[in-house]
């Protein structure tokens, strides 16, 4: 509101150039609309700053449960008073920085962290967020690709699960090659390539239990499927999928 009012009094200025006794009024506007954003934004700058280093801590935490233990990860806020640099939004631009490995120097998260570890910090940031509901960030679709790259065992169970759980309030679609993590899903989709007609195309299936069943024992074993691997399958549905 300060900044729209702020763009009217510039514009009422601009107006009245020829009138010297309402420039000046106005003028006097102007210095006070000013002088309000910037105490206004100054405010929401230290409530940023104090909720980066929450996000870091709540952050660092979750990224130890998706085998990243070591990771620091940092919301770095960068403020500038210059005028030109105001918005209704505040005066602050945010950057995630991450250090995948112990010594190494912070780097801005978009350019070195690999496909997998971008969907693990995703999926640490949006469990954050769930936690969260009053931030009004934490009702839109969530895709995660390559998530379950360079994990397995606890680890891969851990990230099934919370997915499961930020599945109970939200669409999230997750593309695995890992059984543990698609037995936690509410609904399990087959993506396969088949030649028709001379062309390749793209199939996807929805899976019914049965199917989902051999499908998780394949997962699990590859082409052969014992008795032994699909009682392994069902064991994992009846445990995560419920």
Known sequence: EVVRYLQEVNEQLEAAESDEAAG??????????????????????RRR???????????????????????VFEARLESSAAPDAWRASGMDQMEFLISPNPGEP???????????????????????????????LSDHALVFDEVDVGIGGRAAETVGRKLRQLGE??????????????SFAHH??????????GRTVTQVRHLNGDERRTELARMLSGSQ??????????????????
């Open 169 to 182: 309030n939200r669409q999230v679609l997750c593309v695995t090659h890992l059984p543990q993590i698609a």
């Open 106 to 136: 912070l780097r801005a998260l978009a350019r070195i962290a690999s496909g997998g570890d971008i969907s693990r910090i995703m999926l640490a940031l949006e469990t954050v967020i769930a936690a969260h509901p009053a931030t009004g």
């Open 49 to 71: 700053a104090q909720a980066a280093k929450d996000l870091k801590r709540a952050v660092e935490k979750e990224l130890q449960d998706l085998a990243m233990k070591g990771t």
């Open 188 to 197: 399990h989709f087959r993506v396969e390539k088949a030649v028709q007609g």
């Open 24 to 45: 000046r009024a106005i003028e006097g506007q102007v210095r006070e609309a000013a002088t309000a954003y910037e105490k206004a934004a100054q405010e929401l700058s």
């Open 225 to 242: 499927i014992t008795p032994a691997i699909l009682a392994h399958a069902e064991q994992l549905l009846r445990s995560n999928a419920e």
